[in-house]
């Protein structure tokens, strides 16, 4: 079975500075995709940046990037120039690909407050 | 199109009675999910559709609840016979996918807050 950790229950960064979420997995699977979504208070669910785990490249989305480590089941989120929108819990997510299970597999969850 | 929509958005319900929950996933979206997700928590698998085939289904899933997808499109969430511990938000996903591809990302709704009081 795959699980999903996040050591961080809550962190807080200053408005334009850079903070860095961490996310470790467990999987036997080769093949899977791995995400980043934002809940910001009260609102849906959003991707923020998505791995596929073939590509060795680290996945990057303006001031979103990641840093992932396959071998060591790594997967954190660095998030530049903090904006106070960024206010959010983020949750790290797994899916394997193949088969008829597309199911995500979450962790508990970073509360990230920005500060002004 | 609109994105994924979920009614109602807060349901209040007294134990012991059935309720239940709407999805209307994006139109051109094949794949179907619910979550749970209580507070503090990250979301819980609950089933997934493709088109109108429930191809999983949780453990957490007991036998009060039921999941529909007639035709592929919309659908619904049922528990029976609700308990306290119920109480959580019921989330949908959609995302478009064919044979073993990831396909694209899941995008959510809004979610359904159930309160069981």
């Known amino acids: 079975a795959q699980t999903v950790t996040q050591s961080q229950p809550e962190m807080s960064v200053q408005e334009a500075e850079t903070v860095t979420l961490s996310c470790t997995y467990d999987t036997s699977e080769s093949n899977y995709y791995l995400f980043w979504y934002k809940q910001p208070p009260s609102r849906q669910m959003i991707l923020v940046i998505r791995q596929e785990a073939y590509k060795q490249q680290n996945a990057t989305e303006n001031r979103f990037s990641v840093n992932f480590q396959k071998a060591a089941k790594s997967f954190s989120l660095k998030i530049s120039d903090s904006q106070l929108g960024d206010t959010a819990m983020y949750f790290c997510a797994f899916m394997k690909i193949g088969g008829n299970n597309r199911k995500l597999i979450w962790g508990l969850g970073t509360s990230l407050g920005v500060n002004p | 199109d609109t994105g994924v929509s979920q009614n109602p958005r807060h349901k209040i319900t007294k134990r012991g009675q059935n309720v239940t929950f709407r999805c209307d996933p994006i139109?051109?979206?094949?794949?179907l999910y619910w979550y749970r997700q209580t507070l503090g928590q990250g979301p819980e698998f609950l089933t997934y559709?493709?088109?109108?085939?429930?191809l999983e289904k949780s453990r957490l899933l007991s036998d009060r609840f039921s999941a529909e997808r007639p035709k592929g499109s919309f659908s619904t969430l049922e528990i029976q016979r609700t308990e306290q511990g119920d109480s959580a938000m019921y989330l949908c996903?959609?995302?478009w996918g064919s044979g073993g591809s990831g396909g694209t990302e899941a995008f959510f709704g809004q979610g359904t807050r159930l309160t069981v009081v």
């Open positions: 139109s051109e979206h094949n794949r």
């Open positions: 996903a959609s995302s």
């Open positions: 559709f493709q088109n109108e085939a429930q």
